[in-house]
């Protein structure tokens, strides 16, 4: 079984950044099948454009644009790209890294997908800040938040969860353009509206308005990605009220606007 060494991923790398004990790679995914193969460090996929399958001993991904994936050091998986245009970022993370902050990765074994949005926010922050070559302040401290919050959230979920929880995630992720309200929500799952504002944020790490901007963004970002579809366009199909209310959100969440977010992808 082949082992990629340090900076090394199958396809065109458009940019590679040593920070440290860190790698940053930004790759377009050219093969379309690649057998089982390790990485010698412990690294994140962050998908930025396309579709790409993953396997590994324990499931199979299927991985839109969007999707945080973390691989321990080591881990064996194999990759299946369908046609089109496929990018990935990756951050790589050498033994040193882990041992200079003292930080233990905790449950994050084997291959996660990580489907927090918060996380995948901390991922886009991280890409934008390597666009902009801010040095390895901004982006160590993003990486040490984003494994504080991937360990709280594992540790969640090896815990029994109320059955509410995936049904919402599953209603608020299937139609962002829909105006929920607390009362239709509660309705919906079943579930007193006082007990679900007050424990939403016990499961997802922020309250239930917040969840809702950071999904649409999140929506919007691949769709940035393609380059030709107008601003207006993207906000009202991530259910934005209008291009204004789309840009507040994304700069609140992102500290950049759209458009500045489009100028880093090219």
């Known amino acids: 079984m ?51 399958v993953e396997g590994n001993k324990k499931e199979i991904y299927h991985c839109p644009a969007g999707t945080l994936l973390f691989h321990h050091w080591q881990e064996p998986h194999y990759n299946i790209k369908p046609k089109g245009f496929t990018r990935g970022f990756h951050v790589e993370l050498k033994p040193e890294w882990f041992l200079d902050f003292e930080l233990e990765i905790g449950n994050l074994q084997g291959s996660t997908n990580l489907y927090n949005p918060q996380l995948k926010a901390l991922m886009y922050n991280i890409f934008k800040e390597s666009k902009q070559n801010n040095g ?96 207006t366009s993207i906000a009202l199909d991530c259910g934005f009220a209008d291009q204004s209310h789309f840009i507040r959100s994304f700069k609140s969440l992102h500290k950049i606007t759209p458009l500045a977010y489009r100028k880093l992808l090219f």
Not at 154 to 177: A, C, F, T, Y
Request: proline residues 2%; contains cysteine.
């Open 2 to 52: 082949k082992i990629l060494k340090t900076g090394q991923f199958y396809g065109h790398t458009n940019e590679i950044q040593t920070l440290g004990s860190l790698t940053l790679t930004d790759t377009e995914y050219t093969q379309e099948k690649v057998d089982w193969h390790y990485h010698e460090n412990a690294y994140f996929t962050f998908l930025i454009d396309g579709m790409v």
């Open 136 to 231: 390895s302040l901004a982006i160590d401290s993003l990486l040490i938040e984003l494994f504080s919050k991937a360990g709280k959230n594992e540790d969640q979920l090896s815990r029994k969860i109320p059955d509410w929880v995936p049904k919402i995630r599953s209603v608020l992720h299937d139609d962002l353009s829909y105006e929920w309200s607390l009362h239709k929500l509660s309705k919906q799952l079943d579930i007193h509206p006082v007990h679900l504002s007050r424990d939403f944020q016990k499961y997802f790490g922020c309250n239930i308005g917040m969840y809702i901007r950071t999904i649409r963004v999140q929506r919007s970002l691949a769709m940035i990605a393609k380059g030709s579809t107008s601003l």
